[in-house]
């Protein structure tokens, strides 16, 4: 009875707090907020949300509880559809998902039941940039070395849709690099070992996830994607090498949403001074000295975007041309 | 060599080390217990609790609580015949038919006293393949991986029952689960397989909602029918020794349980083929033990051996696959890959530094490994003969504890309520292949199987086209294809051929 009871005061209390919160500043003191991340627990977009709840309270007015649930499937699309939907808006939902959705959204892809323009977005936690790296014993010192050396060049690769597959495939077929793709592999870590036993001679995947081997000097990087992470500031862009702007327009889509490495969202409609408040903590929170140490020890390099500029890389890669988008939805397909 | 092995040792019995173990050995015992509640998950939310602690405290902790899940998931697995772990449902088709015998003690003991072998078999491996480790796991290209699945779907012919129409209805279930685990979208073109526009079934069907389904189901609807407790009628005086039993069984068939932690290890060394495969290969080569028709018959049915096969090599499994994870930095399982993040932020490097420089935290892991068995299967024995009560309990108490675990069990693996639609999907599909007397071992080994056999021939062809099939590992594993699949005719033969000499 007194649960109810708490319950439905719960529940007036939100309904009350709707309007009157445009007013006063948002305070989530007794209340819990729950980051709904669009993977499994372990991976990436999972650490980076948990190293966030446990850091973010500090820096909400009322000192909140911040929790992750983790909701995977489709390539999180459910759990973007879910804040789209389902959430309130009242800023107890903050929702993190794979950060191509907006492609998925670009190219039409089915079971999308959202739009990127209409999210709240608090920002992005992260960059992370696509880099091609090399089995250091070949011969190829650089980009230009692969290109001259007319042999091909064998890559692994998971599957479509990850950046293991379709950075490759693009220099394949828009720079005519000679690559042969073979995909399947469990895993990137699966897609290493394949390296280590010569069976494959490169991979395409994020630098910091590359960077354990390329420090071991197992492989190392030949050329980037467009975002910019601090050691990889020299290699070529593969843009730099498109022979027609129509080509590097493409490449340009695909990396597009790196930038925005790790979204955040709330649901649309959510009230200006509780997305203030929460880009405000997040900015904060992400230059936590304490969230700073733990993310380097965990090897993540973690870079606060906030969501008035995440939105602007949004709607440039919604707005694309038709012929750009057919183009682009030619070679690359959102999936897995 | 030998001193790292020791002061590898005396790294884990530090006081602080050892509290750590202990601790991580309480939340994996009921980890373990609990059905759906995985290992992995477990290991994910505990990775933040590592930040403060020195290597050696945080790996006593993640691998203490780690290694224990399987042992303890086999208790689940034995007494109500839902696999408390994704990588224990072996365990039920002769754990839990012995539990309804009235052997719950027997099968309790028996899973415990195997699944120490094997834990202690795979750390054992981890030592010893240390100097060798990198080239042997060099060796296993995709073909050989490949090819390594060829061998387990051989193991059909062994699952299944004896006869032409036996062997019929093993391969079709097999065939069913290969075609089950192509759902998703497949990792060559994209292509969208069996969803059927739900979202849910993009990322294919979740190993865990499918076993308690398969397995949990029809023993649920079999309780309710016979409306007694789940080991019936049946005398009640074996139960209370019935522990000590399975132990002496362990040893009665020691080689067995040998060889079946050898495979558990040598499949948790290759990267890449998972754990819930080793126990299904144990669990066909335990069915190849029986020495006459009857004997085969029993398997299924409550034999001993159906318990010691996967209960070994659930465990040997870990010791494995924690080798190209320290070598290569290259993770062995899923729960491997989280173990993985472990290493970082305790601020250690996996790879050959793990060899040479930091050898003695590698020891220390092995040691916890050991250390952490031997501590749960003690302790599990203090109080087995009381676990093995619950079988006497009436159905109709256990029969809604029962169902609030598998649901929540199967909604935890996505917190999707598709999950509990697969579940009772899988329900129905396992109540009546039990009904109409159709093998299930085939059909959930063609589901862990399916997936690793199709990515990998298409890896090999991509890259070798046709050479792969000349690699003189894949000859070898051809020819063992090849017997694995006659063994049951042999079998038969020699059977046959003994009886008649009896006559």
Same mark, same amino acid.
């Given at each position: 009875m007194k649960s109810k009871l708490v319950f439905m005061g719960a529940?007036?209390?939100?309904?009350?707090?709707?309007?009157?919160?445009?007013?006063?500043?948002?305070?989530?003191?007794?209340?819990?907020?729950?980051?709904?991340?669009?993977?499994?627990?372990?991976g990436g977009y999972d650490r980076t949300a948990r190293i966030l709840a446990r850091h973010l309270p500090k820096y909400l007015p009322g000192n909140p509880n911040v929790i992750v649930q983790n909701m995977p499937g489709a390539n999180s699309i459910i759990a973007a559809n879910h804040v789209y939907n389902v959430a309130k808006p009242d800023g107890l939902t903050i929702g993190t998902f794979n950060r191509?959705?907006?492609?998925?959204?670009?190219?039409?892809?089915?079971?999308?039941?959202?739009?990127?323009?209409?999210?709240?977005?608090?920002?992005?936690?992260?960059?992370?940039?696509?880099?091609?790296?090399?089995?250091?014993?070949?011969?190829?010192?650089?980009?230009?070395?692969?290109?001259?050396?007319?042999?091909?060049?064998?890559?692994?690769?998971?599957?479509?849709?990850?950046?293991?597959?379709?950075?490759?495939?693009?220099? #394949? $077929?828009? %720079?005519?690099?000679?690559?042969? @793709? =073979?995909?399947?592999?469990?895993s990137s870590a699966d897609i290493m070992l394949a390296i280590e036993r010569k069976e494959v001679d490169a991979r395409a995947g994020s630098y910091s996830s590359l960077r354990p081997f390329i420090d071991r000097k197992l492989v190392h990087p030949v050329i980037r994607a467009r975002a910019i992470e601090s050691g990889i500031e020299q290699l070529p862009v593969d843009e730099s090498f498109a022979p027609t702007p129509r080509a590097r327009a493409v490449m340009a889509l695909r990396s597009a949403p790196e930038v925005v490495g790790r979204p955040y969202v709330m649901a649309p409609g959510t009230p200006d001074d509780v997305v203030k408040t929460m880009r405000e903590a997040f900015s904060k929170a992400l230059k936590d000295p304490e969230l700073v140490a733990e993310a380097t020890k965990a090897k993540m390099e973690l870079e606060f975007m906030p969501g008035d500029e995440v939105l602007k890389?949004? #709607? $440039?890669? %919604?707005?694309?041309?038709?012929? @750009? =988008?057919?183009?682009?939805?030619?070679?690359?397909?959102?999936?897995? | 060599m030998i001193d790292a092995l020791l002061e590898g040792l005396l790294l884990v019995l530090q006081w602080k080390a050892f509290a750590f173990m202990l601790l991580g050995i309480g939340i994996g015992f009921w980890v373990g217990l609990l059905p759906g509640l995985g290992g992995i998950t477990t290991l994910a939310l505990?990775?933040?609790?590592?930040?403060?602690?020195?290597?050696?405290?945080?790996?006593?902790?993640?691998?203490?609580?780690?290694?224990?899940?399987?042992?303890?998931?086999?208790?689940?697995?034995?007494?109500?015949?839902?696999?408390?772990?994704?990588?224990?449902?072996?365990?039920?088709?002769?754990?839990?038919?012995?539990?309804?015998?009235?052997?719950?003690?027997?099968?309790?003991?028996?899973?415990?006293?195997?699944?120490?072998?094997?834990?202690?078999?795979?750390?054992?491996?981890?030592?010893?393949?240390?100097?060798?480790?990198?080239?042997?796991?060099?060796?296993?290209?995709?073909?050989?991986?490949?090819?390594?699945?060829?061998?387990?779907?051989?193991?059909?012919?062994?699952?299944?029952?004896q006869g032409g129409r036996g062997m019929l209805r093993g391969f079709l279930a097999g065939g069913v689960g290969l075609l089950v685990a192509t759902v998703g979208q497949d990792p060559q073109a994209g292509v969208s397989r069996f969803t059927f526009d739900s979202l849910y079934l993009w990322s294919g069907l979740d190993l865990v909602p499918v076993l308690i389904g398969i397995f949990a189901i029809p023993e649920i609807i079999d309780l309710v029918v016979r409306g007694t407790s789940i080991a019936g009628d049946m005398p009640k005086g074996r139960l209370n020794q019935g522990a000590l039993e399975g132990v002496k069984d362990t040893f009665r068939h020691f080689w067995l349980t040998i060889r079946c932690s050898l495979i558990g290890t040598f499949i948790g060394i290759m990267p890449g083929l998972g754990g819930a495969v080793a126990q299904w290969l144990a669990y066909g080569h335990a069915t190849q033990s029986a020495r006459s028709a009857e004997e085969r018959q029993g398997f299924g049915r409550g034999d001993v051996r159906g318990v010691l096969g996967p209960g070994a090599a659930n465990n040997s499994k870990e010791g494995g696959a924690l080798i190209p994870t320290v070598a290569f930095g290259v993770p062995g399982s899923s729960s491997m890959a989280i173990l993985l993040g472990g290493f970082f932020l305790l601020g250690l490097v996996p790879g050959p530094d793990m060899l040479t420089t930091h050898l003695a935290v590698t020891f220390s892991m092995v040691w916890t490994i050991v250390v952490a068995n031997i501590i749960t299967v003690v302790v599990c024995f203090l109080f087995l003969n009381h676990l093995a009560r619950l079988t006497l309990v009436r159905g109709h108490f256990l029969i809604p504890v029962i169902l609030v675990l598998i649901f929540i069990g199967s909604y935890s693996s996505n917190n999707h309520y598709g999950d509990l639609l697969l579940m009772l999907t899988f329900g129905a599909l396992g109540y009546l292949m039990v009904?109409?007397?159709?093998?299930?071992?085939?059909?959930?080994?063609?589901?862990?199987?399916?997936?690793?056999?199709?990515?990998?021939?298409?890896?090999?062809?991509?890259?070798?086209?046709?050479?792969?099939?000349?690699?003189?590992?894949?000859?070898?594993?051809?020819?063992?294809?090849?017997?694995?699949?006659?063994?049951?005719l042999i079998q038969a033969r020699r059977i046959r051929s003994r009886s008649v000499k009896h006559a």
């Open positions: 529940f007036a209390a939100v309904a009350v707090a709707l309007p009157v919160g445009a007013v006063q500043s948002a305070s989530f003191e007794g209340k819990t907020i729950t980051i709904v991340c669009g993977f499994k627990a372990g191509n959705l907006v492609l998925a959204q670009l190219t039409n892809v089915s079971g999308v039941k959202f739009d990127q323009t209409k999210f709240a977005w608090v920002g992005s936690a992260a960059s992370e940039s696509t880099v091609l790296a090399i089995r250091s014993d070949l011969p190829y010192k650089n980009f230009d070395d692969l290109k001259k050396s007319g042999k091909t060049l064998v890559i692994g690769a998971t599957g479509p849709g990850a950046n293991t597959y379709d950075f490759p495939l693009l220099l #394949k $077929e828009l %720079l005519g690099v000679d690559l042969k @793709i =073979v995909s399947g592999y469990s890389i949004v #709607k $440039e890669v %919604l707005s694309q041309p038709k012929d @750009i =988008v057919d183009e682009f939805a030619k070679y690359i397909k959102f999936g897995e | 505990m990775l933040p609790f590592v930040y403060a602690m020195q290597p050696v405290e945080g790996f006593a902790f993640l691998l203490g609580m780690h290694s224990v899940v399987a042992t303890t998931g086999d208790i689940t697995s034995v007494l109500f015949g839902i696999p408390g772990e994704g990588t224990t449902a072996a365990t039920i088709l002769d754990g839990h038919a012995m539990a309804k015998k009235g052997e719950a003690g027997r099968a309790l003991g028996a899973a415990l006293a195997s699944s120490l072998v094997g834990a202690l078999v795979g750390a054992a491996a981890l030592a010893l393949a240390i100097p060798v480790v990198r080239p042997l796991v060099l060796a296993f290209g995709s073909p050989e991986l490949f090819m390594i699945a060829i061998v387990g779907i051989a193991f059909i012919a062994s699952l299944s029952a009904a109409g007397g159709w093998p299930r071992a085939p059909f959930v080994l063609g589901l862990v199987l399916g997936k690793i056999a199709e990515n990998y021939l298409y890896i090999s062809v991509a890259r070798y086209e046709a050479d792969w099939l000349y690699r003189p590992i894949v000859l070898v594993l051809i020819a063992l294809a090849i017997a694995v699949m006659l063994y049951p």
